[in-house]
């Protein structure tokens, strides 16, 4: 199998598994027991936490633990439980549902999913208590220019201190996909809440956390055990959280050469494939590879070449398998038989060069067949 579609998932790594599996036997204790084998358990945790925390210039205790990433977009949602909030409009499912439950408005992006800072300007009033964008688009690999974003939102809550205004306002970015080849740093970014997602860093799935940062008052989803400062109760996902930590150490490892070898092979694909349009043009990660082929239905690409071994997708999973245009490339101003068109692409550890050659001349021979048809 050729695997290209590693925004959806990627596989959890052996080192990975190895470091999560004594957490299922032997220690499995839970974590908030009095007993000595449970305080071991109880500081590693906390330990793997730290590990996390580390990793984006963070504390232990700035992390709450999530069963994944749209767990944590809910949850930093409650930042603006009495204010609107301002989100993209690429965001995913996860914001845009939770927002819908808010005074909320959307904020525009430019051809290359880049958000139009003017509109954000525009769309902000003394009403805002939460913005939200992520720092890499689901479906472009789009990076957000967040520091930017974060230096008008200090110039407005320093209008708002000025006259007397309460509002607080927060900036929470989901970065679900960046965490993997990207540095991401709070405090150089700006943002107040932060998604991650141990999913798509080659961790387990159902783990996520949410960073916050000092004085944010959130409304916890889940109540009861009081675990996670009382903002997420519930026994502790131990092994997940062990899992996610090995995961973002080796990502730590590995990012920077990953990024130029995703890179290298994005340019074999682009030389080698023929008759597409590229989407995502500018400012995407180097493992997005977003192509349209006018005239041509994706989903019959996806299934030809499912024939073939290679899995590739049309855009985000979860729209894709309940056949939804996608909303990204729509408010990039894609028509709807470009939406038609598009693939997505998404680089990763299960592939190496030899793949890359040849899943071009597959999906060369599926477009020719499908051009073939059309004729
Ligand atoms: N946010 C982004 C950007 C994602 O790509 C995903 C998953 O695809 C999610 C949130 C949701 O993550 P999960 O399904 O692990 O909760």
Redesign the pocket.
């Known amino acids: 199998m050729i695997y290209l579609d590693h925004?959806?998932a990627t596989p959890v790594s052996s080192k990975v598994f190895e470091a999560m599996k004594p957490y299922f036997s032997d220690e499995f204790f839970n974590p908030s027991a009095a007993y000595l084998p449970a305080k071991k358990v109880a500081s590693e945790y906390e330990a793997a936490k730290g590990v996390i925390a580390h990793a984006i210039g963070a504390k232990a205790s700035d992390l709450i633990m999530t069963?994944?990433?749209?767990?944590a977009?809910n949850l930093a949602f409650s930042a603006a439980l009495f204010g609107d909030c301002l989100y993209l409009a690429t965001e995913?499912d996860?914001?845009r549902k939770v927002a819908d439950r808010h005074y909320s408005k959307e904020i525009i992006v430019d051809k290359n999913g880049r958000l139009v800072l003017d509109d954000l300007k525009a769309k902000m009033t003394d009403n805002v208590g939460l913005i939200s964008i992520?720092l890499?688009?689901?479906e472009l690999g789009t990076i957000q220019p967040l520091s930017e974003v974060a230096a008008y939102i200090r110039e407005v809550r320093a209008d708002r201190l000025a006259r007397g205004i309460l509002q607080p306002l927060y900036l929470h970015s989901?970065a679900?996909?960046a965490l993997n080849l990207l540095n991401v740093n709070v405090a150089r970014l700006g943002v107040d809440l932060l998604?991650l997602?141990a999913?798509?860093v080659y961790g387990p799935?159902?783990v996520?956390a949410l960073y916050v940062s000092h004085n944010i008052k959130l409304l916890p989803i889940f109540v009861g055990g009081g675990q996670e400062r009382g903002l997420r109760s519930g026994t502790e996902n131990v092994p997940g959280v062990i899992g996610f930590a090995k995961a973002v150490e080796e990502a730590e490892k590995h990012k920077n050469g990953n990024r130029k070898k995703y890179a290298k092979w994005k340019k074999i694909l682009l030389s080698q494939l023929q008759g597409y349009e590229l989407i995502n043009k500018k400012h995407s990660l180097d493992n997005f590879i977003v192509l349209c082929y006018i005239g041509i239905d994706a989903e019959r690409l996806v299934f030809l070449l499912e024939d073939r071994g290679v899995c590739v997708s049309t855009g985000?999973?979860?729209a894709a398998n309940k056949g939804l245009r996608s909303h990204v490339l729509a408010a990039i101003g894609l028509s709807d038989s470009e939406i038609n068109g598009s693939l997505r692409l998404t680089l990763g550890e299960t592939n190496d060069e030899s793949q890359i050659h040849e899943a071009a001349r597959l999906i060369n021979e599926v477009v020719a067949i499908e051009r073939g048809r059309n004729a």
């Open positions: 925004a959806a069963a994944g990433a749209t767990e977009n995913h996860s914001v992520a890499v688009n689901n989901d679900s996909q998604t997602n999913a798509k799935k159902g996520g985000a999973a979860c």
